[in-house]
């Protein structure tokens, strides 16, 4: 065997468990999932019954499963508030300040916290009778909602939640490197030309940082459309009355709570269907709205 | 070049031998044989487990019994992947699930040829349960009714007489009132007389005692929305939301009253708390006050739930009389012994259960309640084919006891969900 043949056959080799694992634990799952949805499967019986495009038709009959889209894009609205919070701070924390460094590891803690101690402290924060938020309000003389209980204020308590957990995490450490990536120069000539702060921010740093704006977008859109069920399986169980249930938890529990295979592999595939539509409408958008220097 | 070729060469190989497992029920040297027993994983019960299969293989030494611990969704997945272990625990609400997919081996014909065993050692009602068509799948393991646990010593403050078996609604109604302490001058309530749980395992009891049924006899039609039922769940909600003897809903979402609230219990802010024997492992390590336990309080008939498993035989296993043979001792008097001895609820063989409630000098002095609760103690209704239409209308439960729903509309809506769940399976097979 040429010398050639044998690097490129040692090539092969490494690459091999790589996609041996890629096509053994996703890809075919993946594909399995898109025939199981057009079956109805409880995981022990066989054969599956197939049903056709039934579980689709369901699903669009499904008067719970049009509840938790909405609440799915309810929670997603923290998405351009964190984004907001975000860019502010990385704004602040660019400065040349003393303790900077301090600063930015207390905001990146959220991010490094295990999620089940965030989500049983926040609990104890909503907690009507007892919790650190009502007390808060009721030392300005508000008398705060019943959060988590309440069929009204337990999707805003977890949209609240959200934003302090990712304000100060990654979105600010991707803002920081973008910030420290534009030319000083430019401020420099601004100045010198006599622009003000709120022009520097809004004709330099806005269009530079663009590109990680919508990177941030779309990661975090993708990221809330499947999102929501640490929540919900931790602190609510989706309730009260399906009201935190997100679809992701939906999908959770026809599949292994409840059985229905199929169901939950057609809801599956639903998602990446509206995930991908919104991400190439993102596409279209970023042509004319992201500034690639 | 040759070495790196040789290493790319083992990789691949390496990768496959990381995939593979060993199979369930193997075969070992000699006239040995593997089986595998399932179990839920839980620290206390993993070392219960491995006692049990130690003492099992002290006097079978020509079984070896490999356990294996995890929760639901891994007993699953071993099931879909063929692989399920010999030995499997189970609730009893999900036994005529997995007997009409032909998952369990039926055992008469076992317990025909076996002249040692005696299926009259067992409770009964809890071997009447494990039977599906006639044909028995199971043997009662460890299972514990609900009772109703007391602190004496806020009883002997509030000079509240202990309950007892003649204690009805109102007395218990009348007991948690006194029992309620506020805090002076705070308006806040720092000891409730009660806790409710809306667990599927707690309230539908008090449906039961009210003379109500949750569903017909033939399992096809949801009776929630007749007044035996409202009037119960009305009670039940009252409790709370109108009576405020039991902590509200925030508790319940922490986890306070999920179980049945023995945490605050055992920490002496509640009087009463409807519990099971599985309980009392925690609550042993009291010392702060005295307690005991009494039958819950009677309505117009004595009724309660009960949670815990049967163990059952895999309808595949390689090795049908070994998995027998285990069965037999893992809920028979060996195992029994040592799972009484861990404080796991009741044995279902009864001469185990019998002689764990006996135990002069140590609370609960009225243990032996557990086993006249046996008599009358119902499992949870909602089987596992219909736990997509359970968690819907256990909602409406869930809105009723935050106050979004009066006890009319969420039994009503209750009912309705399961009627017309049941419309659409009408003409399917089903319990």
């Known amino acids: 065997m040429k010398a050639r043949s044998r690097e490129a056959l040692a090539g092969y080799g490494f690459i091999l468990p790589n996609c041996a694992g890629f096509m053994l634990f996703t890809l075919l799952p993946v594909g399995a999932s898109l025939l199981l949805s057009f079956y109805q499967w409880d995981l022990l019986s066989w054969p599956p019954k197939f049903v056709g495009l039934g579980n689709y038709a369901d699903l669009v009959r499904d008067e719970h499963f049009r509840q938790y889209c909405w609440n799915t894009v309810f929670m997603m609205s923290g998405i351009p508030i964190s984004m907001f919070g975000s860019l502010l701070l990385a704004v602040v924390m660019n400065q040349k300040l003393p303790g900077m460094t301090f600063f930015k590891t207390v905001y990146f803690l959220p991010s490094i916290t295990s999620g089940i101690a965030i989500y049983v402290l926040w609990a104890w924060i909503y907690n009507p009778d007892f919790g650190l938020m009502n007390w808060l309000l009721a030392q300005s003389g508000v008398e705060g909602p019943r959060w988590l209980e309440s069929t009204t204020w337990s999707k805003p308590a977890l949209v609240i939640m959200g934003i302090w957990g990712s304000v100060g995490g990654v979105d600010l450490v991707l803002y920081l490197a973008a910030l420290q990536g534009i030319d000083p120069q430019l401020y420099e000539a601004a100045e010198m030309d006599g622009a003000g702060a709120w022009q520097r921010f809004w004709k330099i740093t806005w269009p530079l940082v663009s590109p990680t704006t919508f990177f941030i977008l779309i990661m975090g859109i993708i990221g809330g459309f499947q999102g929501g069920f640490d929540t919900a399986y931790i602190m609510t169980h989706g309730g009260p009355a399906g009201s935190t249930t997100t679809v992701s938890y939906y999908i959770y529990n026809n599949a292994y709570e409840w059985l229905h295979m199929g169901y939950a592999a057609a809801l599956a595939w639903f998602l990446f269907l509206v995930i991908l539509i919104v991400t190439l409408v993102n596409w279209f958008f970023s042509q004319r709205l992201v500034h690639y220097e | ?431």
């Open chain 2, 1 to 431: 070049m040759r070495r790196m070729a040789a290493c790319a060469g083992l990789v691949p190989l390496l990768a496959a031998l990381a995939f593979w497992f060993p199979g369930c029920g193997t075969g070992l040297s000699g006239d040995r044989v593997e089986i595998t027993m399932f179990d839920w994983d839980n620290i206390e019960l993993n070392r219960l487990n491995k006692e049990i299969i130690a003492g099992f293989e002290k006097t079978h030494p020509h079984i070896r019994v490999r356990f294996i611990s995890g929760d639901a969704r891994k007993r699953l997945a071993m099931i879909a992947a063929d692989m399920a272990p010999d030995i499997m625990p189970l609730e009893i609400e999900e036994l005529s699930f997995y007997v009409t997919r032909h998952l369990l081996a039926p055992l008469d014909e076992f317990m025909g040829a076996d002249a040692d065993f005696r299926l009259a050692d067992y409770f009964q009602n809890m071997a009447a349960m494990c039977r599906c068509s006639g044909k028995l799948y199971a043997l009662p393991e460890d299972f514990s009714p609900v009772a109703l646990y007391y602190n004496k010593d806020l009883f002997d403050a509030a000079q509240v007489p202990y309950p007892d078996e003649n204690c009805g609604w109102e007395d218990f109604l009348d007991a948690a009132k006194r029992l309620t302490r506020g805090r002076a001058g705070s308006g806040r309530i720092e000891q409730y007389g009660f806790v409710t749980s809306w667990w599927r395992n707690r309230w539908p009891m008090y449906v039961w005692q009210n003379g109500g049924e949750i569903f017909n006899a033939d399992y096809d039609r949801c009776l929630m929305d007749q007044p035996e039922a409202v009037e119960a769940i009305r009670f039940y909600n009252d409790l709370a939301a109108a009576h405020h003897v039991a902590p509200g809903w925030a508790a319940q979402l922490e986890g306070v009253g999920g179980q049945g609230g023995s945490q605050w219990f055992v920490a002496g802010r509640i009087a009463m708390t409807a519990e099971t024997r599985y309980a009392q492992t925690s609550f042993q390590r009291i010392t702060a006050f005295r307690w005991d336990v009494a039958p819950l309080p009677k309505g117009k008939r004595r009724a309660t739930t009960f949670v815990g498993g049967v163990a059952g035989i895999a309808a595949r296993t390689k090795y049908p009389r070994e998995a027998w043979e285990f069965l037999k001792f893992l809920t028979g008097e060996g195992g029994s012994a040592v799972l009484m001895r861990g404080g796991r609820g009741l044995a279902g063989y009864r001469p185990a259960a019998e002689k764990a409630v006996v135990h002069p000098g140590q609370p609960p002095e009225h243990d032996g309640v557990f086993i006249a609760a046996v008599e009358y103690c119902h499992p949870s209704p909602f089987l596992t084919e219909h736990m997509r239409t359970f968690d819907h209308a256990q909602e409406e439960l869930n809105l009723l006891a935050q106050g979004y729903r009066t006890a009319d509309q969420a039994c009503h809506n209750f009912a309705q969900l399961f009627n017309e769940h049941f419309e659409k399976l009408r003409g399917e097979p089903r319990r």
